[in-house]
């Protein structure tokens, strides 16, 4: 099985999956997922919480880089556990889809909040 949690942040979206990304309904979650907000300049995929990816898993992340590249977006994996990212390795396509931590992602996220804060004491129009 796996879940995705989604979090929107400007032109950012996070996917956080949990859980397995094979062949069969966990693709299609994955594709529902991603598909539905491929109109954010950057789509970061969590891949922490994600134990099991088997080739159709690999096939679905080439298929959604390569549709965030011919749209001029940008797709990254975030946190992949060590067996995920000897399989990117493997597969290379550590080469073609950018693999980041966590932190950097978040530090983004943070200075954006802060830069859309109401500043207090600042009459908002």
């Not at 966990?26 to 969590?46: F, K, P, T, W, Y």
């Amino acid at each position: 099985m796996l879940a995705v949690q989604i979090h929107n942040l400007k032109n950012r979206v996070l996917l956080r999956c949990t859980g397995r990304i094979v062949a069969g309904e966990e693709i299609n979650i994955l594709r529902s997922a991603a598909l539905g907000h491929s109109n954010q300049h950057e789509m970061v995929i969590d891949l922490a919480n994600v134990c099991t990816l088997d080739g159709a898993g690999l096939g679905e992340l080439a298929f959604l880089e390569g549709r965030m590249r011919s749209a001029g977006l940008r797709l990254r994996i975030q946190n992949p556990s060590a067996h995920v990212r000897e399989l990117l390795e493997l597969t290379n396509l550590d080469a073609v889809i950018e693999i980041t931590a966590s932190h950097e992602f978040e530090q983004i996220c943070d200075t954006l909040r802060q830069s859309c804060a109401p500043q207090r004491g600042v009459a908002q129009p």
